[in-house]
């Protein structure tokens, strides 16, 4: 069953532009060219229940502006979308109580009070019955174990303890769609990992829906097994996040320890990133060479202490994803 | 390095000139917002001349104050205030920046400290202000050579007193941390006592106003000169501004040496 | 799909009213925490009640009458201290407000199950109930210490307390109304200033609206402002039952008049809300 549903959606802003200099500053305040630009253009897609979808795409690529119209915060300029059957921008104020959205950049606790008021000024904004509330809580509590910090002001919460409590407010009327943007940043490698184990516990145990923008690939990676790449308003892939690797991954890299300092290397399909001393880095571009055949060559002719093969990093495969996308564009154009 | 003093003085004087440029430039980004912060002021202004209106048609003359002595009062409060947080827009959040250890950055500069600060920001509104009190001087001063030069002396001459003092009062917070409310409250204090005609105080607060509160010196001593052309007001107040100019730099910069820089994390509301 | 019930159109009003309830509590709970600096803020109006008492005793003193515009000096001060209170205690609303709609964070709320106009009142509430007792307080005892305690008849103050409440309510929905313009206008600042100066003349916070020339209080009548500043404040140092009645009616007429204006304005806001996303 898909909870949410969009085609076609279209969203344009108009803005102000100007040339710098103090003549151009002046001539603005007089007579301001108007542009308009398109933050969204023609997307489509959809969300089944109980999936975890990676929304992501370089900054400015419509992905905030999506949300928004999927919250019915904003109104679409064309097109069609429906999340858990209403049509946000019509049906705003129900369907807030079915979704629940984090925003790593804004916060929803009142800064001077302890995180508890929060929960039960929520507990009313939402409507929730006062059993089902607390009980709620007190499991949300547990789980993201904040029992110690329910009664400190926000202000003086630690970062990654205040994202928890963060994550709390929007999930005490169980939402059945989780937004969330951005929700690690800033933290920690422990905050980090101590989040997103958390969501995904959350998500198996309530067939909650995530949809999740981040640029941090580690949130991709492991909250997610579907991704869709958004550039310049437009969707240029949606796929499972192992199909990346598969049809991105062209090349694997190579990581050697040897015995002696060897001389220039050089190898067919293999490029040489970086050597140092007894160290060095390769990466095989696996459709022109086969990585046995790299392998059995390297050992023949070198003297290996030890050697470790790798898929390059996640962060590496968006970027190249981004810079086919402009290449693409550029080719239209 | 040995620079002649007026090299000194030419080289910061082309200083102010370029921030209050680039400032200008800045500021008229924003179109709608340049314009309403200026005809806002203005209004602002407007309304408290407005207000003088009302009371002098009801009670015509207050302990020798006229409605046009009023007049002269805002001319000057008005176009010094204007100059003084025009050019020097920090001189107003300057506790601020010294409490979240904004001043690291100034401090990096290759120039003085306190003038670079200060310079950093232009204040839009006071242009407004500026305006205003040009357009009360026109209505109400002496348009004469003479007139005109004395006019923008005085307010020099207060508008210095005013950054002087704003950065006397914005210093508390090299001593005392967060001072932003107490500083907050005695540059209004300050502003206030100067509004209103001088002879309505009695005796001991006519002390405190040329003294710990020197409103007199922005308000009531110009008017005084506009009125009269006393010397001896010219050099009292010329004397004290200078003096008060002189003391403030020297509080700030032995503030300085106590000055905690940025460990302040700047949290997220 | 099955919806909840919650989500349905008719949900019952006690859990509608308990919820603006909570937000008022919080907001105030979450304003005591900064109640020094409310009370150093307050005591600007040491300078203000001040400076008024010496402008006045002069000016009582010059005309050599007892009364002006029908009040003694000790009420035509008390009349000065409700006037500034009411003004000082103002959250500037119109700022957050306009901040809320161009920072985006109007989109947050959007996202809520709440009317965003009825959140901000209650919370406003709540601001208003840390500040305004502070700022009373401390202008009651200067304006005691220099021209003695309110004299009015204590019976009136009830009234005196409804009146305060529909004024800042009326406040609340015009400051509101300006602070969205901010959909349209890239600064609302200018008309903070501006809607600021008429409380503090045509509204009467610096002088009682019988000191003005006959055509100017006609049209200070006529205007809202008024409502907010010199009405509880007349009523204060000049009680009578009539006047009561007459303010309350024309509060509340004004107040209905003012909450549809904010609504409409945020409607038309809304529909074109275009926040910078990326």
Known sequence: MNVIEVHDLNKRFRFKRKQSGVWASIRSVIRPEIHEVCAVKDIGFSVSQGEALAFIGPNGAGKSTTIKMLTGILHPTSGEASVLGFVPWQERQRLAFEIGSVFGQKSQLWYHLPPLDTF??????????RRAYRRRRDRLVELFRVEDLLKTPVRKLSLGQRMRCEIIAS??????????????????????????????????????????????????????????????????????????????????????????????????????LKQKGYGMKLEVDTSRRSIDHVIEEIVARLKVADITISDPPLEEIIALIYARGNDRREERE | MSRRWYGRVWSNARFVVAHLALNLQAAMEYRASFISQIVGMMLNDAIWIFFWFVFFARFKVVKGWEFSDVIMLWAVLTVAYGIATGIFGNALRLSKIIAEGGL??????????????????????????????????????????????????????????????????????????????????????????????????????????????????????????????????????????????LFARFVFLWGLRRYESGNLVIVRV | ???????????????????????????????????????????????????????????????????????????????????????????????????????GAIAYALGKPYSYIL??????????????????????????????????????????????????????????????LAFWVEDTTAFFWIYEKMLFTIGGMLVPLEIFPPLLQRISRALPFNLVVYGPARLLVDFSLDGFVGLMVRQVVWGVMLLAVAHIVFWFGAKRVSIHGG
């Not at chain 1, 039960?120 to 019955?129: G, K, T």
């Not at chain 3, 919370?123 to 007792?133: C, D, H, M, N, S």
């Open chain 1, 120 to 129: 039960d000024l929520l507990s009313h904004i939402y409507e929730i019955d």
């Open chain 1, 171 to 272: 999930l005490l009327h169980g939402p059945k769609v989780l937004f969330l943007d951005e929700p690690t940043v800033g933290l920690d490698v422990v905050a980090k990992q101590r989040i997103r184990d958390l969501i995904s516990l959350l998500r198996k145990e309530e067939s909650l829906t995530i949809f999740l923008t981040s640029h941090d690939a580690g949130d991709i990676k492991e909250l997610c097994r579907r991704v869709i790449v958004i550039d310049r308003g437009e969707v240029i892939l949606d796929n499972e996040v192992s199909y990346l690797r598969r049809r991105y991954l062209r090349t694997k890299v190579i990581d050697l320890k040897l015995e002696t300092i060897p001389d220039a290397v050089e190898l067919e399909g293999v490029e040489v």
């Open chain 2, 104 to 245: 690291d950055f100034f401090l990096g500069l290759p120039r003085d400290v306190l003038l670079s600060v200060l310079v950093a920001r232009l204040n839009i509104s006071a242009l407004g202000d500026l305006l205003f009190g040009l357009i009360l001087f026109v209505f109400a001063g002496t348009l004469t050579l003479g007139g005109v030069a004395l006019f923008f002396l005085v307010c020099i001459l207060a508008g210095s007193v005013i950054v002087s003092w704003f950065v006397l009062v914005n210093s508390l917070a090299f001593f005392m941390g967060s001072s932003e409310n107490l500083s907050m409250q005695m540059l209004n204090a300050l502003l206030s006592f100067a509004t209103y005609p001088f002879p309505i105080f009695s005796g001991p607060v006519r002390f405190l106003l040329f003294t710990l509160i020197p409103a007199a010196f922005i308000g009531y001593v110009p008017v005084m000169i506009l009125k009269g052309a006393n010397w001896w007001f010219i050099l009292g107040l010329t004397a004290f501004a200078v003096g008060l100019g």
């Open chain 3, 1 to 103: 799909m099955t919806r909840d019930s919650r989500a349905s159109a008719t949900r019952p009003l006690a859990s509608i009213m308990r919820k603006y309830y909570e937000i008022m509590r919080v907001s105030l709970q979450s304003s005591l925490v900064y109640l020094y600096d409310v009370v150093f803020r307050a005591l600007f109006l040491v300078v203000v009640i001040f400076i008024f008492v010496q402008l006045w005793r002069t000016t009582y003193g010059t005309t050599g009458s007892t009364m002006v515009a029908g009040l003694t000096l000790r009420r035509m001060i008390w009349y000065l201290v409700l006037t500034e209170s009411i003004i000082l205690s103002r959250p500037r609303k119109i700022l957050e407000i306009s901040d809320d709609v161009k920072s």
């Open chain 3, 119 to 180: 959140f901000h009142y209650f919370r406003f509430l709540g601001e208003t109930a840390v500040r305004f007792p502070v700022n009373l307080a401390v202008g009651g005892l200067i304006a005691s210490a220099m021209v003695g305690p309110m004299d009015a008849s204590l019976v009136s103050l009830p009234a005196v307390a409804l009146a305060v409440l529909a004024a800042i309510t009326i406040d609340f929905f015009l400051s509101m109304a300006i602070g969205l």
